[in-house]
């Protein structure tokens, strides 16, 4: 079982292939569509990390995820487009805190 990343932007990729975890990055909805499609055809995949702005592409896609399907665990998590007003201090916490796995 292992984490797979779907990330709108280059930095936050980087940091979590630093972590090991490796990912793809999408700059629309139909790259987006794909990355997850894959990333629930493979079955080693539990864990599937995608950053909220990559969320904001297919709202619908994930939800449907969420509650229709066993696995993968669709985590969103915060990238470098957080602002001071909220509430995370980094994406280790958040993972950490979403799904009880230290980064």
């Keep these: 079982m292992k984490f797979y990343l779907i990330s709108d932007n280059h930095d936050t990729a980087l940091g979590f292939r630093l972590a090991k975890i490796e990912g793809t990055i999408v700059s629309d909805k139909e790259e987006t569509e794909k990355a997850i499609d894959e990333a629930v ?12 702005k990559a969320a904001e592409f297919v709202p619908e896609k994930l939800n449907d995820i969420k509650l229709n399907k066993v696995r993968p665990l669709v985590v969103e998590v915060p990238d470098r487009h957080i602002t001071a007003d909220d509430d995370i201090s980094n994406v280790a916490d958040y993972v950490k805190d979403a799904v009880g796995v230290k980064l």
């Design 41 to 52: 055809k493979d079955e080693d995949i539990a864990i599937m990390l995608i950053t909220k």
